[in-house]
């Protein structure tokens, strides 16, 4: 395998390390939190601050922060590049605009995490960031359908997981042999719990666009208290806070068992100078 290559699949397998990391510490301060132990309902920029407060935390937060940065190399190479083959459908040029926001959600939180470590980042309410930017969004012609997109477009993804989670077709990118026992289940696990949250935000952000009230928005952490606010609620927040501990756990046997077609450095100099051409 090529140098570059050799690299470029490093750095996506510490990618998928640092997402566990961040999923799992969502999930374990929640089920803390669920039952009575402490912990919080947080998102990920709340796990990122709790990484820090460890015990050599900044030398882990910058491990953390590489793969997050990572992650976002390996998302633009899935959407832009097409790294794992998915065409040029309509199905398949969803997912991979899909990734392509993924891989700037990620660079957001790698810088976050820099900014933590050289002190010069803001606090991560993530509830006030979701909240300010649909006021931004309401504010443009067509605001409130373009907050309710936005809605759809979360919930859209939220169906996407859960069939993710009812199929298994994950599996398909994954070279784990044996190990397919229990990394198929945490995947499942995973992908169900995520397909809550992101139905839980898609909904908040519809409520949003109707009520023309930026303060309706939600993120993961906000999603998470509004479970614990339903009947059973307590029930079904450690039942999804399991399952983003499980997904975290998952994305470790990613880093693992992964397959990642990753190209020569010379074919995505290719396709930035045929985009610029």
């Known amino acids: 395998m090529p140098a570059s290559r050799n690299r470029l699949e490093q750095l996506a397998r510490l990618g998928y390390a640092a997402r566990g990391a961040v999923s799992l510490v969502v999930g374990g301060l929640a089920l803390l939190a669920a039952f009575g132990k402490g912990g919080e309902a947080t998102g990920s920029k709340g796990a990122l601050e709790a990484l820090m407060a460890q015990p050599l935390g900044e030398v882990l937060l910058a491990v953390v922060a590489l793969g997050l940065f990572g992650f976002a190399l390996w998302r633009a190479l899935q959407a832009v590049l097409d790294a794992d083959g998915e065409g040029r459908s309509a199905k398949a040029l969803t997912v991979r605009a899909g990734r392509a926001l993924t891989s700037v959600t990620y660079v957001s939180l790698g810088i976050?995490?820099?900014?933590?470590?050289?002190?010069?980042?803001?606090?991560?309410?993530?509830?006030?960031?979701?909240?300010?930017?649909?006021?931004?969004?309401?504010?443009?012609?067509?605001?409130?359908?373009?907050?309710?997109?936005?809605?759809?477009?979360?919930?859209?993804?939220?169906?996407?997981?859960?069939?993710?989670?009812?199929?298994?077709?994950?599996?398909?990118?994954?070279?784990?042999?044996?190990?397919?026992?229990?990394?198929?289940?945490?995947?499942?696990?995973?992908?169900?719990?995520?397909?809550?949250?992101?139905?839980?935000?898609?909904?908040?952000?519809?409520?949003?666009?109707?009520?023309?009230?930026?303060?309706?928005?939600r993120g993961l952490g906000g999603a998470l208290e509004a479970l614990q606010q339903q009947p059973y609620g307590r029930a079904m927040f450690a039942l999804v806070a399991l399952g983003l501990a499980a997904f975290g756990a998952f994305n470790f046997a990613q880093a693992r068992f992964r397959r990642i077609a990753t190209p020569e450095a010379s074919e995505i100099a290719a396709a930035a100078r045929a985009r610029t051409t």
């Open 112 to 217: 976050f995490a820099l900014g933590l470590i050289f002190a010069t980042g803001r606090g991560g309410d993530e509830e006030q960031s979701a909240q300010d930017w649909t006021g931004w969004l309401l504010g443009q012609p067509f605001g409130r359908w373009l907050v309710a997109a936005a809605g759809l477009a979360i919930i859209g993804a939220a169906m996407g997981m859960a069939v993710k989670a009812w199929t298994a077709s994950f599996q398909r990118h994954l070279a784990c042999g044996p190990a397919a026992s229990w990394v198929i289940p945490l995947g499942r696990a995973g992908f169900a719990a995520r397909a809550v949250v992101f139905l839980v935000v898609g909904g908040f952000l519809l409520v949003a666009a109707w009520q023309t009230d930026p303060s309706e928005a």
